[in-house]
Each structure stands twice: as structure tokens, then as C-alpha cells.
């Protein structure tokens, strides 16, 4: 799944494809699509774009100078969500990629089109929206605001789970995603399935502590001890690398946004956890694959196993799409609540394998006493 990385790439690429265009037309959408219409049609109009997360915004303005008398239409906003494989491509009309589900159509000829493609359709866009309300201030440029409303809110339930899972929760890591979580708590040689809380916890001490200080100067050896206790703390931040180990995603570029080619070498060679050799994996709560190094922690959960990486895999698995297959099986519950299927006390058990690799079935109580009646009655 695109990460908040991802998301502002996007952005800068349409700014700079769009740059100086003039768009023209109504916004079509595909066929197959079952996302609204957007209900904007001009004569002549200009595109921006801008990110906030796991969130795009399309800023539609229409051109003054082309705007005739009387003339009801107004700058749209659409909010884009890309779900597991969403991204932006300007191409020509004859070029148009298979998956464009939602178009903007140039004024010149040959006619150019800006479309949202989403191979597997999960993404989503709101024609007139905003930024959603439940998504936390974004980890990359409002650091200040995010790093404010976690500590501000760790007796929240949210950070009584581990901090793998709590890494995803967009209401306080917005932007934060499957490889962004990995590579922070690897960085950092922490556990996966460590409680939340007792992480951030000490961050906000240290920020109480810090607020307190007194303002008179100590002597100079102090203040530079100071200073190195200060740079060890912040090298050891978790907030602090959500915030900056995203932006160097955003510093490398390209990640398929390049319009010449679309190379992930750089990115691949950056990884240092996720889907590398010799790390080790495990699924979460939620079904969702954690890639880590040493301890998983107390929090691990009890029916997942820990497999490690035997080589990366290719590029088009390098995202939460490869995951898909991997979650939990699930069965509906009486009132339509997926959980995970338990195991029945009288039902049939899983099959357990032998030290010696002989696979052994337990024996169904109901069907051995079923069997045994049957042979009593004969």
C-alpha cells in the first residue's frame, strides 16, 4: 500500500507535469468504477496538488480570464485515497494505461490526459472533500502537531497495543505504513510487540524534562554534556523517526513518480528490515506482516509463527499488496463481525506434526462416540 512517502511523491508529480497545462472539459470516470462522478465541467482550468498523509488533494481552479458572465462554476477539491495500488500518470489519449478510472483531459492537441489509475480498485476519491477527520496531523510536515497529539493522548486504549499495530493507527500516525513501521522500530531495536505506552512514555518525560529546564547557562562542559545527552536522546526518538525516516523516501524520488523511467533500485538498497534477507516475520493482531530483527516481545501473538526472509522479493511485491494473501482466516460471527475462527473443544483440532515429521489427526470426540453406539446397538 502507497505510505505517506508515496503519497507526496505523487503530488510533486502532478505539480510538475501539470505545471502551466490548461485542462478543459468535464472529469470523466471509467466505466467499471464504482467511485462517484465528479460533477465538474470548464472550459478551462488548472490542477494542483498537495499531501497530508495517506491523503491527496486535486485542487480543480477555473481561469479567470475563461470564465464567462454569470458563470456558476467554482474551484473542486477531490481527496484521494489510494487504497493498495493507486498512483498518477500523464500520458496521451492513444497511451492511456488500462486501470484510469478517473481522467482530466488537456486544451491542446494532441490531447494529454492526467488519470488516476488503481489496478485492484480499492483506492477511493470525494469530489468537494476535505482532509479526513479521523487522520492525526501528517508525520513529515506537521511534526510539531503529531508529536503533540501522541504524547498528549497515551492513556488512550490505542497505545495498549503494541507498538507495531499502534504505528498504523492513522489517528496518530498519519502517513505511517507496513515498511515505514518496520524500518523505524528496526533502526531503533525495538521490540515489535512491545505495549505502545511504555515506548512513548519516556519521550514524554524527556519532553516535560525539557520544557522545565532552567534558562540561566551552566558552565561550559556541562552545557556541551548537555548537548551530546540531548543529540544520544534524539537519535533514539521513535516520534522523531516518523518523521524523518519518511522524508528520506521523499529525498531519494522517483518510485514509479520518475516520468522517464521508473526505477526502485535506489529504494530496494535502502531497506534495511523489510523483506530483507535474515529478517525475521510474523503477522500482527490485524493479520498484517511485521518484519523485524531479534525479540518480537510479549505482546507477540500466540498462533504466529516467525519466518525469516530468504531473499527479497521483486519489485512489485515491495508493498502491502504482497500481503494480501497472508491475512488470517476469518469467519462471520452471528452479528456480522469478521473474527478469527476459533478452535472448537469438540469440534475437529488441527492436525499436530510429530518430531519425526508424521502428520496425526485427534480423534473427533462426537464422531468416536457416534462410532461407538453405532457398534453397541449392532
Known sequence: MPEGPELHLASLFVNKVCEGVVFTGPVTKSAVSKNCDVSFTCEAYRIQASSRGKEVKLTLTPMKSDVKEGSTVQPMDIVFRFGMSGYFRFTSEEELPKHAHLRFFSNEKPCRVLSFVDTRRFGSWQPNGSWQRGRGPCVMFEYESFRKKVLSNLSNQAFERPICEALLNQNYFNGIGNYLRAEILFRLSIPPFVQARTVLEILELEDLAADTTPV??????????????????????????????????????????????????????????????????????????????????????????STKAKKRVKKEEDNDAAMVAEIVPKVKTEKGVKQEAPNSKTGLRKRKVKQDGEVTRPCDNTRCLRSNKTSEAR
Open 216 to 305: 540561566k547557562e551552566e558552565l561550559d562542559d556541562q552545557k556541551t554534556s548537555d548537548r551530546e545527552s540531548k543529540r544520544t536522546s534524539q537519535s533514539a526518538d521513535l516520534l522523531r523517526l516518523c518523521h524523518t525516516v519518511p522524508l528520506e523516501v521523499v529525498n531519494m524520488g522517483g518510485k514509479g513518480y520518475d516520468p522517464q523511467k521508473a526505477d526502485y533500485s535506489d529504494f530496494q538498497a535502502w531497506l534495511q528490515c523489510y523483506y530483507v534477507a535474515g529478517m525475521k516475520s510474523t503477522r500482527d493482531h490485524n493479520g498484517r506482516t511485521m518484519w523485524f530483527s531479534g525479540d518480537s516481545g510479549p505482546m507477540v501473538p500466540k498462533e504466529c509463527k
